[in-house]
């Protein structure tokens, strides 16, 4: 192994991250015992149904996973550098489960069944590394089922050839450069007298992200840049041209196929202060995954996006509670203080109003205190009574409010990605919005059967989202998180009274009026509150082993209406969370692992100039 080449050192590299314990000369022999095969883009390593007993593992390129059940095809996942397939029927002998294939020109090293017993022979340990993998790959919870591997070669389309990217992406490179990842940029006019092949098959051996830039200069260029990418980042000017640019349509850069890449959409701004308007008009016209907003010379757009493309970022999911939800504020404030950035967003009611409304602001905490406060002088739950045909309240007050605080802004034009789920009552199933007008899918998040009357969207009806989900951490799932963070308002404990029988009308109204306080009881609208979410309580727990950090807030002492207590409700939560993440074990802070997330805020100014604009009227 003295005169390595280049491929092989790579190859030699992968192996060792994958077998670090077995030592230099066991990895060798690993490398020497297996057969190395290339599949090209779009070609078969097996199929599902397969009889064979080898395993692979992927030394350069990318892999996909697909089984075909009744018919429809489905995608289970991506196979990146360093990671084994095949192992089940290695051990089990039984056909293959799934199909795999390579969505770009890929190299793995096929290792047989008696291949296999040779180097376990030699090495034992070679077994235990394979079993630990695949005991692992077993016992993944939902979100790390959910996480694929990070990219190594992003290909970036400019729209917009007279558009200088550079400020955004000197920006993004010294970002990641200050979390230790080496990034190459290659671009046709850099690459003087070389053949396309010669740049893109030494791709692989270097360390890091490739990326790979795109235009309408030289679209054979563009085409293996395709060709050779993970993942495909669209760039453009936010306030250019919607309409679907030359490059787009040459390469068709939107059509639907088993081997299709991830395409984000990277909205390039100035650094201003104003939220953008009608992002939608882009993406009607393009099939992408995933779209970011990010703002020139603005420190934590960037670091989100160096999070989002390196399969780091961070996803919160907040619960219902009504009132409850100001704990939201104060949690996510301790959050930023201790290094926490939010990267993607989702609630329910109460965390959909409060999450989202965070987001809308900026995370600009005094902002949103003010909003708080103005919300709790409103007394948004009182004197809007209705005739009770379909609700208690008539959900003016809460709808205006709601229209106030948002505005036209749509989902999409929040800096940060935010979704809300609600409960569709014509097909009883779980709805969640990631687009359209943010106000009606928070009032429909909101409106609790009974309390509020239900929203039409789309021609249905819809009600709130915790009759059926209260704490929405599935959805999360679809975007590109590494960890998520849920945070409950309602309790899972037992709670006993100390009355055999419930009290009448006339018992609890003369307890109150010669201040006894006997019998606590829930009001009407607790009641209904609480007996809508007996439904997802069990679904709450399930969800604890599903997140990187779970926190259930314990919040006696506030009611669901409580809106007087709106500011101790919120330092509670603030010292609820600041004491949680403080009592952590050093190996569950994954945010102070890596430069990418930012320096401890030590103190966060009480109020801002520039927000002092007026909070919603009451």
Known sequence: MENLTNPDRHHLNILSKLFHDLGYDAICKIHEAGEKQQIGSGEYLFRQGDIQDSLYIVLSGRLRAVREDNGALQILGDIGEGEPTGEFALFTNEPRMAAVLAIRATTVLEITKQ??????????????????????RLRRNM????????????????????????????????????????????????????????????????????????????????RQALLYAD?????????????????????DLYAQSILNKKIYIAFLHENTGSLPQQTSRWLQKRAVNLHIHVRKGHAADTRRFCRIISNQAIGVVFGGGGTKGFAHVGATR???????????????????????????????????????????????????????????MSGKKMIGFIRRMFGESELEDIWVNSYCVSTNFTSSATAVHDGGLASKMI????????????????????????????????????YPVRHIIAISLSSLSTREIDYTETP??????????????RYKIPGIMS????????????????????????????????????????????????????????GLPDEKKFWMKSPSFPPVLRSIPEVAPRYADKAPDS
């Open 115 to 136: 291949e296999y017993l040779n180097l376990v022979a030699q090495n034992p340990g070679f077994a235990g590394k394979l079993t630990s993998f695949l005991i692992k």
């Open 143 to 222: 979100l790390e089922q959910h996480t694929s591997n990070a990219p190594k070669n992003i290909a970036v389309i400019n729209l917009q050839a007279h558009h200088d990217l550079s400020p955004w992406t000197n920006d993004i490179e010294r970002t990641l450069g200050e979390n230790g990842t080496p990034i190459q940029v290659y671009e046709y006019d850099s690459q003087p007298g070389l053949h396309f092949k010669t740049t893109f098959d030494t791709l692989e051996e270097h360390e890091g992200l490739n990326i790979l830039v795109c235009s309408d200069a030289n679209l054979e260029w563009s």
């Open 231 to 251: 993942l495909v980042i669209v760039a453009t000017n936010f306030l250019a041209d919607t309409s679907l640019y030359h490059i787009e349509k040459t390469l």
């Open 334 to 392: 301790a959050m930023y203080e201790a290094g926490i950035e939010i990267d993607f967003l989702g609630g329910t009611s109460a965390g959909a109003l409060y999450g989202i409304g965070m987001s809308h602001s900026d995370f600009n905490f005094p902002k949103v205190e003010l909003l708080c406060e103005a919300s709790a002088k409103a007394r948004l739950m009182t004197n809007d009574y209705s005739w009770p045909f379909i609700s208690i």
């Open 443 to 478: 009032q429909a998040s909101m409106a609790i059967p009974g309390v509020f009357p239900p929203v039409v969207i789309n021609g249905q009806l819809h009600v709130d989202g915790g009759v059926v989900d209260n704490l929405p951490i599935e959805p999360m799932y679809q």
């Open 504 to 517: 009448s009308a006339i018992t609890l109204a003369w307890d109150k009026i010669t201040g006894r306080r």
């Open 527 to 582: 009641l209904i509150i609480n007996s809508l979410t007996l439904n997802s309580r069990q679904r709450q727990e399930n969800a604890k082993g599903k997140v990187s950090l779970y926190l259930e807030m314990d919040l006696k002492g506030v009611g669901l209406l409580d809106d007087k207590k709106w500011n101790e409700t919120i330092k509670k939560g603030h010292e609820q969370m600041s004491t949680f993440l403080a």
